[in-house]
């Protein structure tokens, strides 16, 4: 009799199963894009309060986010495509105490801990949460 309920047992266990199927990460295009909405963009900005800078997001190969809040700055970096969001951003400011387009950002990845390029900053894009109307 042990072997009538090993067989069912063994055959279930041999059929396969369909794999979960994540949904697909979205571009980080459309991770930034989804970051501004409800924002408005302002004139970009040479300097930025480095304070700010402690609420930061990578925007994998496209964009640092730097603060929160109502208003938010876009850094789309020269050589951004080696951004990615496993990096530890480390900036050395440039004589000031603000963090502006002629710094550089080193990348020190996160898991592995080796130093694996930079990227130059350029102009700050301010995105500020735009005002609803009460009643609204």
Not at 8 to 27: K, N, T
Not at 95 to 101: A, F, I, S
Request: proline letters at 7%; a positive charge; glycine letters at 8%.
């Amino acid at each position: 009799m042990r072997q009538t309920f090993l067989i069912p047992a063994l055959l279930a266990s041999a059929v396969p199963v369909a794999p979960a199927i994540a949904a697909p990460r979205p571009s980080p295009e459309a991770q930034l894009e989804k970051l501004l909405a409800g924002r408005t963009a302002g004139q970009p900005v040479s300097c930025i309060n480095p304070r700010i800078s402690s609420e930061t997001q990578v925007i994998d190969h496209t964009a640092i986010v730097y603060g929160s809040g109502r208003t938010i700055y876009v850094q789309r970096p020269g050589n951004a495509r080696a951004l990615s969001s496993d990096d530890v951003l480390v900036t050395r400011l440039s004589g000031t105490d603000q963090l502006c387009d002629v710094d550089v950002v080193h990348l020190h990845d996160r898991s592995g801990g080796w130093w694996h390029g930079f990227v130059t900053l350029n102009r700050f894009v301010p995105y500020t949460r735009t005002r609803v109307a009460a009643g609204n």
